[in-house]
């Protein structure tokens, strides 16, 4: 007999719980938010409370109290008891009163627990005696007007559990502040304090609006291979997969040469993939491929570059956001970048605010000028032969203060550079378009008003950072995009499906990629790259 139900709200949150049994994950707190959407005039509907002592397990039988997180703690509870989860920043204690501030990672600031110490439970007092800076708990109570000006409300605790205990003697984060350069070598527990934890929402925030964008604009989304034969840079900065055995290099059989001579390479043959195989440092190629068929698409994920780089600008594994749009040229391409930054950080000057605050407090105290200064301004434009122009009259007036002081046509324009025609000469961020051919990736269409001597390219430069987003046209011509893989010494049998795209239907097309490492310290206003990813890494460094 199919059962009925009196109300829709009560077979769809009975509904909602069937679901997460069957899924294996009724917890309390799951339990407590269907309870809490299950309320008729202050009572559990009776089908969800048949439901709810069924898959109830003796902890979260007796009561129902929901969890609240300190991000969304805004309001007096009207007397009814929320439960805050989380981890103890501190603790003080007075003759009377105990606070307890604890910190959940939705928000920088947490949340203060209070605990009369004359209302409190014999059970609740020992758990109080344990409580270390670090410990995990749970802690019970209402939400109340706060008494003090920091936060609008705080808990008055009747409650509080250790969850986890935090040994004092060997915590290695002690209640102060550490270098950045010591937190990484606690990658797993960095995320507890508050420059890193604040670092990974704004992230959070940064990549949703970049999938929101794109996915408003039209553009689908695709997954390119970690795993490719084909160096997309043409830079040979490529980390290698193989499953020959590497520490019995007697057993890797050598490749031979027409005439049967043993060569000193490995027969790649007898390898997993047959031939020899890296990790992508791009999904540009695989993109295209679908740009060619979807109109417009992008893919947003890890990349790696074997590139020997200690600087504060590099990691060996990334993200980058690359999309690929047909029928475009280069100033499509320019545009919709412009576009999509001014969306992504215009999000998280919406959401994350005590985040940023934070950041301008102790990092970047123009943080905030900065970033509305982003929005709210049109990106310069400039060509590469102009801004060289204006490099050179700039070193004239005084070489010493340069780095780099020897500018010219073909330079490869160092950080320093950058960062002066972004901050100095535009003040702005700034599209540096139509670069020398020569220091350009093979992909690059040739531009026909000066004999290909430049490529349809660009780089988007911003104040602190110098170069953020790369781009250009694609080549679309099948004969000149072979003519330029053979001065690069490019096998084609290594991209003869790339070539296929120019014979069969080839179109023009333009795309570009966006560091999004980069893209986070830009916006969070750290020096220092290894602080936007959670795990870094870089030459000499594979821990955690």
């Not at 049994?21 to 009724?26: A, H, N, R």
């Not at 296929?500 to 080839?506: A, E, N």
């Amino acid at each position: 007999m199919t059962p009925s139900f009196n109300n829709s709200k009560s077979s769809s949150s009975v509904l909602l719980v069937v679901l997460f049994v069957m899924l294996g994950v009724v917890t309390r707190t799951t339990t407590a938010f269907v309870a809490q959407k299950s309320f008729r005039g202050g009572r559990l509907s009776a089908a969800a409370t048949r439901l709810w002592a069924s898959t109830a397990t003796p902890e979260t039988s007796s009561s129902v109290v929901p969890r609240v997180k300190a991000a969304d703690a805004k309001e007096p509870s009207d007397g009814q008891d929320v439960a805050i989860q989380g981890w103890v920043r501190t603790l003080r204690k007075q003759k009377t009163t105990a606070f307890v501030e604890v910190n959940d990672g939705s928000s920088l600031s947490g949340i203060q627990c209070v605990l009369s110490l004359a209302d409190l439970s014999e059970e609740t007092k020992k758990e109080l005696d344990t409580v270390t800076t670090g410990c995990a708990v749970e802690v019970t109570g209402p939400l109340v007007p706060s008494q003090g000006g920091k936060q609008a409300v705080e808990v008055a605790a009747s409650s509080l559990r250790v969850v986890g205990a935090c040994p004092a003697d060997t915590y290695p984060l002690a209640k102060k502040r550490h270098s950045l350069e010591y937190l990484r070598s606690l990658a797993h527990l960095r995320p507890r304090t508050n420059t890193v934890a604040a670092v990974a929402r704004v992230r959070s925030h940064l990549a949703g609006a970049i999938h929101a964008f794109f996915q408003q604009s039209g553009f689908c989304y695709v997954q390119t291979p970690l795993i490719t034969a084909s160096d997309c840079e043409g830079a040979g900065e490529l980390f290698r997969v193989t499953t020959l055995d590497l520490d019995n290099m007697d057993s890797i059989a050598k490749a031979k040469d027409d005439d049967g001579k043993e060569l000193h390479n490995a027969d790649y043959k007898e390898d997993f993939f047959g031939k020899p195989a890296f990790l992508t440092v791009s999904g540009q190629l695989g993109a295209e491929t679908h740009a060619c068929a979807l109109g417009d698409v992008y893919t947003f994920g890890p990349t790696f570059r074997a590139e020997n780089s200690q600087t504060t600008r590099h990691l060996a594994e990334f993200n980058m956001v690359e999309p690929e749009m047909a029928f475009a040229d280069l100033q499509s391409a320019m545009s919709n970048a412009e576009q999509m930054l001014k969306f992504v950080v215009q999000h998280v000057l919406t959401n994350c605010q005590e985040d940023l605050q934070f950041f301008a407090k102790f990092y970047d105290k123009q943080l905030q000028e900065r970033l509305e200064k982003l929005v709210e301004q049109p990106f310069a434009r400039v060509a590469y032969r102009d801004a060289i122009a204006y490099l050179q009259e700039e070193i004239a007036k005084d070489p010493s203060k340069w780095q780099f002081p020897d500018v010219e046509f073909g330079t490869d324009l160092a950080t320093e550079h950058e960062r002066w025609l972004a901050e100095t000469k535009f003040n702005s961020a700034v599209f540096v378009y139509n670069y020398p051919k020569s220091i350009k990736a093979f992909y690059m269409r040739d531009n026909d008003e000066d004999g290909g001597e430049t490529v349809n390219a660009m780089d988007l430069l911003v104040p602190g950072v110098g170069e953020l987003v790369g781009g250009s046209q694609r080549e679309e011509r099948l004969d000149v995009l072979e003519a330029k893989m053979a001065q690069q010494d490019l096998n084609p049998d290594d991209y003869w499906w790339y070539l296929d795209l120019r014979r069969f239907g080839s179109v023009p097309h333009a795309g570009y990629g966006l560091g999004f490492e980069r893209l986070v310290t830009y916006v969070c206003g750290i020096e220092n790259i290894r602080e936007a990813i959670a795990f870094p890494r870089y030459p000499g460094n594979a821990e955690f």
